[in-house]
């Protein structure tokens, strides 16, 4: 019987259908699951009469199935469970041979996996998988990075059984070395949570703002799709807004409006704040859901609290127009914030990032795919250097076109008492970042008159650092200069 050519530890749904995926691609891949019935299940149920499915019992069985080089591949829940799984594998490997983390792990776990490893002579790759179950059985886009002379062992498999953009390309690229894959697979979840939490400020304008019903609704998000906000995340939204439950009635209104999180969106909260990045608007979508699980308080403060008596009375057809582009502006802003995330991140950790190859490997399979992605690829295709979105001429364009539908959608917002926290936000950083002087003048000030920590003034060189004595009494001792 043939060697396989991968191994699978993890039979959830996503390691199922990616074993699945990869067999459909002509591929032989060995599975193992710490619950030996699982696999078996596996075997009998979903990978029946599957020749390329290789099921195995025993750690030893699973490692002698594999050939040379072996690659195996977790699929296994983040963080300790990732690393129980390395030491139980390590043992039966030999120098040359790669480990794969295929799960959602925190970047910094795989910069210390692909140095502790490639120590004892193991390759490792740590790499993003989006696109849900649907996307690991169809096409998922893949994010790997780590040990660089690891790739051309795993490039074949991985780009065939990824997504494809429409002219082939596979969503499926190096992105860099140590934890690289891993920190754009953080980013992308972050720009997911962004893009959700629009979406829903976009429904509860809509529906409570102006009193569109679930039908007038679903009509409104298929309009969307059509547009340049075609993506997959309206594409879902339109259609959860027609799902009716068993008594005929919108389901998404019986769902308890409080949301979960797995924490990669904190996680990148923590890096933009780490690498001093205002990446605000996923930031206010990860403190949205954190104030939804507040649901008991909530009920509580609405009985006490009351917000404006306002009705909606403009032309509804202008809103849902004005609510398009600003949602569109909105999620060019949240991109833009994430690649200068990116961007900082690589000069930090010293990696090599394709800004250009990154949008493609979000173009197709993941979940935040969208059209307007290309644009993003051909930015960064025309300028490598580009420092922010906001600044290509045709993203610069679309924004400018678009802040009056913005602030006439956030003003209704406001008379209505509706919280828009990320169109918000979106709105707060393109008037800062297009500020040639912003009011630090005086928080600098005001640091120096009650710490002494100095600040530099616009008729000085930079880098040049003074203290005043603000009250006569102060002295005129300076603490030292230093950032967090």
């Not at 691609?25 to 078996?40: D, F, L, P, S």
């Not at 529906?207 to 594409?235: R, T």
């Not at 780490?274 to 403060?301: H, N, Q, W, Y």
Request: glycine share 10%; with cysteine.
């Amino acid at each position: 019987m043939n060697k396989a050519d991968l191994g699978l530890i993890g039979l959830a749904v996503m390691g199922q259908n990616l074993v699945l995926n990869m067999a459909d691609h002509g591929y032989t891949v060995a599975v193992y699951n710490r619950t030996t019935k699982k696999m078996t299940d596996f075997i009998e149920g979903p990978a029946k009469g599957n020749e390329n499915v290789i099921g195995t019992e025993t750690i030893e069985e699973f490692i002698s199935e594999l050939k040379l080089p072996r690659r195996v591949m977790l699929m296994v829940k983040a963080g300790e469970v990732v690393d129980k799984f390395i030491e139980t594998v390590l043992p039966h490997l030999e120098e040359g041979d790669i480990i794969i983390d295929g799960g959602n792990s925190h970047f910094p776990d795989s910069n210390r996996r692909t140095k502790e490893l490639a120590a004892k002579g193991i390759q490792f790759i740590g790499t993003g998988v989006s696109g849900g179950e649907e996307g690991a059985r169809r096409g998922p886009s893949i994010m790997p990075g780590g040990n660089i002379s690891a790739w051309p062992h795993v490039k074949p498999i991985f780009q065939d059984i990824s997504a494809k953009t429409e002219s082939g390309e596979a969503c499926c690229e190096w992105v860099g070395n140590d934890g690289a894959g891993h920190y754009v697979k953080m980013v992308h979840n972050g720009i997911e949570y962004g893009d959700m939490q629009l979406i829903t400020e976009a429904y509860q304008l809509l529906h409570e703002g102006i009193e569109l019903d679930y039908d007038e609704m679903h009509q409104v998000f298929a309009d969307y799709n059509k547009g340049p906000l075609d993506s997959y995340l309206i594409e879902i939204t339109r259609d959860i807004l027609a799902f009716r439950d068993e008594n005929n009635e919108p389901l998404v209104e019986k769902i308890l409006d409080t949301a979960g999180q797995k924490g990669t969106g904190k996680w990148t909260g923590i890096s933009a704040l780490d690498l001093g990045m205002p990446v605000t608007l996923i930031g206010e979508s990860v403190f949205a859901r954190c104030l939804s699980a507040l649901k008991e308080e909530r009920v509580a403060a609405s009985k006490l609290i009351k917000g404006p008596e306002s009705s909606f009375s403009g032309d509804k057809v202008s809103f849902i127009k004005d609510l398009e582009q600003a949602l569109l502006f909105s999620k060019i802003i949240s991109y833009a914030q994430g690649f200068m995330m990116m961007k900082e991140a690589a000069k930090e950790n010293e990696w090599k990032l394709n800004y250009g190859a990154i949008a493609l490997m979000w173009r197709g399979g993941c979940i935040i795919r969208s059209v307007f992605l290309g644009k993003i690829k051909e930015a960064f295709d025309n300028n490598p250097d580009l420092s922010n979105l906001v600044i290509d001429d045709y993203f610069r364009e679309i924004l400018q076109n678009a802040q009056g539908s913005l602030r006439r959608v956030i003003s209704t917002a406001v008379e209505l008492g509706i919280p828009v926290p990320t169109l918000s936000t979106a709105l707060a950083f393109f008037d800062g970042y297009r500020a040639a002087r912003l009011p630090a003048n005086l928080l600098q000030a005001q640091r120096d008159y009650f710490g002494a920590h100095t600040y530099e003034r616009i008729d000085k060189p930079r880098g040049e650092f003074f203290h005043t004595n603000w009250t006569g009494t102060g002295g005129d001792v300076s603490s030292s200069t230093y950032e967090v």
